[in-house]
Structure formats: C-alpha cells, structure tokens
C-alpha cells in the first residue's frame, strides 16, 4: 500500500510538469499583449516597454519558462503582473474559500442524491422514480448561474433566509454557515443530478445480484439487505464520481463565486486568464491541477475499504 | 422512510420560514387613495453624524497604493484614502485642495503650488512639499511602476520640494490641461520608506477622510473615519466597498438591504430597484464611444468610403437598440460636462440615414476602383460587450445596400492586438473616457499621430495627419481659454465631418442605485468618488 502510494505521488510530478507547460505554452500562443491588457490601451509605448522589461516578457519563452521552474522548486510561483502581488499569496488566500463551497457543496448534493436515488432503485417505475429522474435532468440541465440568481431572488430576497453575497467569515463561524447556504445549495442542484443518476444505476445492478436474492430469503429485513448489503457494493462508481466532482470544484466553480461574490479560487482564475496574467494562470492551474490528482488517488485509495478484494501492490 | 424524508423537508421549511437576522429592504407602497390626513414629520435638523455605508462596485480594485495603478475600482478606493494635489469642483474645472494656490510662469513650463499647512497624514505627521515630489517621481522615474499614471504626467520634468510647503514643478514643454495632470495622489514619504512598497500597498498611510481597516481580496475593503481630517470630518464612521461584479448579484443586494449604494446599475434592473424603493441616479459619464475609421487600410483612405457608412446606418435607432436608457447618442467626441460643447450644431451637421446616397457613393467608389463589388468589410469588436451588437448593425446596413461586410470579434486583449496592427478590420469599436477633465486629454488620444490610438488603431502615421497634429499640439501649449475653444471646435470639424474619421455613437450613462437613506450622495463623471469633498458629506438618514 506505502508503494503504491509513493508510486502515484511520485507520477504526480510529470503530470503537473506536463500541465505547467501547456498552460505556459497556451497563454503565451493566443492573441493578445499581457502588458497592453494590463496597463490599458492609453498606455504611452515608452511605458509599456518599460513594463514589459520588469515583467521579463521581453526575454525568449525557453528563458521565461525555466526561470519559472526555478522559482517553483524554491517555492516561488512568481508575482502576479495585475495585483502586484505573490502568486502563492493569492492563490492560498482563496484557497481555504474553496475547499469549503467544495466540501458543503458536496455534502448537500450527497445528502439529497443517495436517499433519491436509493429510492428511486428501490421503487422502480414509481412516482419517486419518475421524480428522481426529473431532479437529475433538471439540475444537470439548468445553468448554475441561472439557478444561483433563482435561488439569490427567493430566498434570499423573497423570503429573506440567507445572505445574498461574500463569505461572512470561516465556516466555524455563524456567519460563515450562513453565507455559504445559497451558493452550495446552488452548486450541489447541479451536481446532484448524476449522482443520482448513478445512485439509481448502480444500486439497480447490485439489487439484481444473486447474493441480494441469498440475503433476502435468509429473512434480513429489506432495510438491512438495502444499506448493509447493497449500498455498500453500489458505492464504488459513485465515490468516482465524487472524486471527479470534488477535483473539479476545487479547481473553482467560476460562475457561482461571481454571483455569490465568493472569493475562491474560481473567480481568481478568470481574472488571471482575462487579464493575461500570465504567472497567476500558471500558479492557479498547478494548484488545480495538484489538488486534482491528490483527490483522485484518495479516491483510488478508498476503494480498498468499499471492497475487500481490491488491494494494492 | 418516505414518511421520514417529508417530514424532514416540512421542519426544514417551517424553521427557514422563522426569518434570520437579515435587514429586510423598504419595499414600496401604493400611493394613497386620498390625501393623508396625519400631519407632516418634523423636517430633519441635518446630518446625523455615525453609521457605515457599504457601496457595491462593478468591479474589484486592484491594488491600494494610490500611485500605482489606475482601474476604476483601485481609484474609488484611493480617493477615500488619500488626497490629490488639486481637486475637480462640480463644474469639473480644477479647484485648490492640498495645494491652496497656484501660479504658472508666462511659459506655461514652471508651475508653483503653495500648499495648505494643516495637513497631516493617517499617523499623524504632517504632508509637507517632500511629500509632493517623492509621489510624482515615484511614478516619473520608474515608467513601469504605473505605466497608466506615467503616461498622463509624462510632461512633467522634475518636481522639487522649494519649501515646505512650496512645490515646484517644471514641465518639458508648456502644457495648459497639466492642473487635470498635476490631480495625483500625495502619498507619506516616510511610510513607503519604512514599511517597504509590498506592505504600503496592502495598508497605505495617506491623508484623505479615511484610512485602511482590512482588505480582504476578493470580498472588500473597509475603510474607518480618519478623525483628524484636515477638510471636513466624514459624518459616516465607517464605509465598506465590496466588488460585486455581476449586475444582477448586486441590483439584488440593493433591494435586500445588504448594500447601501451600487454603482453602474444595468437599466434592466432599475425597475425591480426602484419597485424596492430605492432611488436611482443617473449621471452622464465623461466616455465616448464611436465607430473608428482606419485610414490605413483602403478604401477606409477614401472620404467617400467613410461617409458611405454614415448614411448607410440610421445611428439613432442603433443606440436607442443597443444602449436604450444606458447612454446618450454623442454627434462629437465632447462628452457633457466637457468643454467646448456645440452639440446642437453637430448634430445638425451629422449625415442623414439616407441608404440612397450610401448606395451610390458605394457606385462611385466601384467606379472609380477605390474598391471592388466583393470587398469584404470587417469590423473589428470586442466580443460580450454591446459594441459587438453596434458592429452587428453596422454590418446588416452595409450589407442592405450591396457591401460584403462581416463582424471580426474577440476577447478583450486579442482585440487590442488587432486594432493595433494593421492587417485586418477597416472600422473597429471602441470608446474612451477622458483621462483628464479637458479636451486635451480626448483630442491628443483619439486623433494625434503620435498617440498609440491615433497613429496605430486610425492608422494616423501612415496618412497625411499633420495639419490634425498642429492643431491638437497648439491647443494644448496656448493657455487662453476662448482661443483653445477655437481650436478644438475647428478639430472637431475636421475629424468627424470633414474627414470622418469616426462616427460618433454614444456618451454612457451610469446609473447609481441608493437607500433612500443614504444623503448627500455626489456622484462623480469619471472614476473616483467625492464623497467627502468641500461641498459633499455623504451622511445615513437614521
């Protein structure tokens, strides 16, 4: 298991190297100057060489790239061109905003999609399963930015039950708990929807195995065979699924930090990327791209304790 | 088990239903059926000093060093903070402020600024002519510490400190709109120095009506009374500007009460803000936006060409489509409130829609092999923005009257790429707002050679410019007022209606959304604010 371990650590620096690059290489090939972007257009030339020298974009992209790597092994991802700022700064200033919608986020869309989707599998072709299905096509369907200004109007207008913007303080905090109610009720709407989905599918399968029939006509009660026997099997797919899910929501979930006003890293990202700033790009892509495969070799990891058969060499 | 997930969707309703500690927002209430008989209250004595005033902006400022950069969320926050050597009165003309008087010498190249004695910056030691010069410098000496304030104070040589409180000021060439220039931020000499430019930037020491409590990025700043302000003790103990960048997020924070004024109100929500109760200002911005020509690139070199697109759209239904109550149709690139105005003349002047002539000033041009029927037209836009449905428009007028035409759109920094170069796009949308409250300041970037506007995007350094050049470089070395008007009257009717080199479209309009209880609110025609001001206070109605 340690092996295994140390193995998948040890692939995630060629993976993240390989994702530096591109990110560094896409920037750098699209259309546009970073410093006409940054410092508008009125910008004398004289001004704008003289920024362009300070932000070393002057220099050949072989140079600009290893100069970074440089600093990135020294624990320097650079100083952002638009906030004047360390890119490692900003960056873990908003990371902490992220993990929580992330985490409550998830939290929601788990507590709705297992019992929905449970029975849903249960009581096939049922009103409850006609209604699943609706709740996974609707939140998978509708914007999220459409589904958070919904959401923003009713409840926190109309019935006045939660704050409209901003973070109001940790998560530890009264304030805190509040202001994240109506973004990760937002954000788990749509990610219900495959997890259900999922829930249904997988628990389906499991329910037409043969050791479900054993376990039934031993007497067990259908509550005992349900969660002790089936659910348990049904969740490997859907930890899956919860891994890609939480990899991407760590990356940012752009549209409802902006409507919420959610300082993550989402909204850090967009800056970055239309402002052609081109070391926060970069900063922000190898943390996403870092917390991404860390969470997916958890995710791998678990599977040893859903299902005893599974083990590593 | 379903019994159980009902009733727990019941209690959840029923306990979120119970309310929370929210501000409920004033909503409004029909007028009554008959005059009220209860008396009148009391009017108000005056402001009620105390309170905190959070104001939504459209966009997050970027840094809070006051000389380093100049985005419009950055400056709103500076004006707060720290002071300019001089101010803008409400006729936008130049008025004392920590100068208290001023001389130019008969060249117009050495200016004199006598400051005012009592000022004293957030820790209490005193703003002397040190002070002055170390701020212009920081940003003269060093073009890449703010590229975009470098380019407005370029002409400026050296600042000395004489005195104490005499500022010198020599410039390399006269230049009459330098008091627009000479409207930096002072900042403390002796706080840069010692907390280093990283840790300044993140609590500035100035001298304005409030200082820097906390910034957390991304949610706001909050801002305490400065109690010893030398001006006017702010009646507000506190104000909070938070970025709330997405109209609808913040329109919807105004009517819940979370947020006291938002700025730049889109006009879809001004009914729901107004249904809410809360006033709705509306403020001409000094902005303009047009549709430019490229002179470079035939046949935009041809005159006949250029008018062929004025006739061909009516311009009037195009804004009133695209911009609605948003912005007023400009017909010259003066925005109200600047100077010097002829607006009903110019719109007099300004061509006709009339698809007839386009057509055949479109004949003549194939005639005379100024082009060819199959010429495609591009228009260059930056996409998202109403600019691209301008450019949409445009395109269908031209195609009615027989041009092949096409929209050429991208993101923001790509477009800038390509209107600055010269290999595609023969118009492109655009718009400006005047760095300086003086015609100068819109002349010199939209039509001089020089300029990176005039002489890249109009193409202006490969045509014949320079009697256009001589022009804007007299109008701004002459300091008598009558005799600039003169000239910048005689540029606009060379620019827009005898060579065309724009089509002016539109003077924004921002909408500014308020509590009514919020009072003596002053809404400032540029970027920035004076909310506490000579002639402002803003103050909370409890």
């Known amino acids: 298991m340690a092996q295994y371990v140390a193995r998948r650590l ?14 560094f290489l896409l920037m750098h090939l ?49 100083q952002s061109l638009r906030f004047a700022d360390s890119v490692s700064t900003l960056i873990f200033e908003r990371l902490p905003a992220t993990m929580e919608l992330a985490g409550v986020a998830l939290v929601f869309s788990v507590s709705m999609a297992i019992p929905l989707g449970v029975v849903a599998a249960v009581r096939r072709y049922s009103l409850w399963d006609h209604f699943s299905i609706f709740a996974g096509l609707f939140g998978a369907a509708v914007p999220n930015f459409w589904m958070g200004i919904l959401l923003m109007y009713f409840l926190g ?44 599918d997988s628990m389906l399968e499991i329910l037409s195995m043969d050791y479900v029939r054993t376990a039934r006509a031993k007497g067990l009660s259908e509550r005992h065979v349900i969660y002790r026997h089936a659910l348990k099997n049904a969740f490997i797919p859907i930890v899956t699924n919860l891994g890609l899910q939480l990899g991407f ?15 993550g890293v989402g909204r850090l990202a967009v800056q970055a990327i239309t402002g052609k700033d081109f070391p926060l790009v970069q900063g922000v892509t190898l943390v996403v791209a870092t917390t991404f495969v860390l969470v997916n070799t958890l995710v791998d990891l678990t599977y040893g304790l859903l299902d005893p058969r599974i083990r590593y060499a | 088990m379903l019994r159980r997930i009902a009733m727990l969707c019941l209690v959840t309703v029923i306990a979120g239903c119970a309310g929370s500690p929210q501000q409920k ?145 020599t410039l390399k060439r006269p230049y009459s709109p330098f008091l627009g220039a000479a409207r930096q931020h002072i900042v403390s000499k002796k706080a840069v120095e010692a907390m280093g430019e990283d840790a300044y930037s993140k609590k500035p020491i100035a001298s304005g009506p409030f200082k ?40 919807l924070s105004l009517v819940a009460g979370e947020v006291d004024v938002a700025l730049e109100l889109s006009d879809q929500m001004l009914a729901r803000v107004r249904q809410a109760g809360m006033e709705v200002v509306k403020t001409p911005m000094l902005n303009y936006g047009y549709l430019g020509m490229r002179l470079h690139l035939a046949p935009g070199n041809d005159t006949r060409f250029r008018l062929m697109v004025k006739h061909a759209v009516d311009w009037d239904k195009l804004v009133e489509a695209v911009y609605g109550e948003g912005a007023l149709r400009a017909y010259g690139p003066v925005a109200p409130g600047l100077w010097p105005r002829e607006a009903d003349k110019w719109k007099e002047q300004t ?38 449905k301008v450019a949409e428009i445009v395109v269908s007028s031209l195609r009615a009257i027989g041009v092949k035409a096409n929209v050429k759109a991208y993101e923001w920094a790509a477009f800038l790429e390509r209107v600055r170069g010269d290999k595609e796009g023969h118009m492109y949308t655009l718009g400006t707002t005047a760095a300086l409250t003086d015609p100068d300041a819109v002349f010199n970037w939209l039509y001089h050679s020089k300029s990176s506007h005039g002489g890249l995007m109009v193409g202006l350094r490969k045509v014949d410019n320079s009697e256009v050049d001589k022009l804007i470089e007299r109008g701004a070395a002459v300091l008598d007022r009558a005799e600039r008007e003169k000239i910048y009257n005689t540029l606009t009717q060379k620019v827009v209606f005898e060579n065309n080199y724009h089509v002016p479209l539109t003077h924004n309009v921002q909408f500014v959304g308020m509590n009514p209880k919020v009072q003596d609110l002053y809404d400032l025609p540029i970027c920035g604010n004076a909310y506490v001001s000579a002639t402002h206070n803003v103050w909370i109605k409890k």
């Open chain 1, 10 to 23: 040890l692939a995630l620096v060629p993976t993240v190297l390989g994702v530096a690059l591109l990110a």
């Open chain 1, 30 to 78: 699209t259309p546009g100057d970073p410093v006409q972007a940054l410092v508008g257009e009125e910008a004398s030339d004289e001004a704008i060489a003289a920024m362009r020298t300070k932000m070393g974009l002057d220099r050949p992209l072989p140079i600009q790239f290893g100069l970074f790597l440089l600093g990135l092994a020294q624990g320097d991802m650079g």
């Open chain 1, 157 to 200: 207008v109309e019935l006045d039950l939660f704050p409209l913007t901003g973070r109001g303080g940790p998560l530890w905090t009264s304030g805190g708990w509040h202001h994240i109610m109506l973004p990760a009720l937002t954000l788990a709407t749509g990610l219900m929807g495959s997890t259900t989905r999922l829930v249904r």
């Open chain 1, 249 to 263: 929501l760590l990356g940012g979930s752009v549209l409802v930090e902006t409507v919420f006003v959610w300082p």
């Open chain 2, 25 to 169: 927002a004033p909503t409004s209430t029909p007028a009554p059926a008959s005059t009220p008989t209860a008396a009148p209250k009391p009017a108000l004595a005056g402001p009620t000093p105390g309170g905190t005033l959070t104001v939504a902006l459209n966009t997050e400022p970027v840094h809070l060093d006051p000389n380093r950069v100049n985005d419009c969320g950055s400056v709103f926050v500076h004006d707060f903070i720290a002071d300019s050597l001089v101010t803008l009165d409400e006729n936008l003309n130049p008025a004392p402020h920590l100068a208290e008087s001023w001389e130019a010498s008969p060249d117009g190249i050495t200016w004199t600024f006598k400051l005012r004695k009592d000022v004293k910056f957030h820790d209490g030691s005193p703003l002397t002519a040190e002070d002055v010069a170390f701020s212009f410098h920081r940003i003269l000496d060093r073009p890449e510490f703010s590229a975009a304030k470098y380019t407005k104070i370029n002409m400026i040589q050296k600042v000395e400190a004489v005195d104490p409180h005499t500022v010198r000021v």
């Open chain 2, 212 to 251: 820097v409590q906390s910034w957390v990025k991304g949610e706001g700043v909050v801002l305490v009374r400065n109690e010893d302000y030398w001006l006017t003790k702010a009646h507000l103990d506190k104000i909070v500007v938070r970025p709330i960048v997405e109209q609808t997020s913040r329109a």
């Open chain 2, 351 to 388: 061509p006709k829609y009339d698809p007839e002539k386009a057509k055949q000033l479109l004949a003549e041009l194939i005639r005379d092999g100024a082009m060819k029927a199959d010429t495609e037209i591009g228009i260059l836009t930056h996409s998202g923005s109403p600019a691209e």
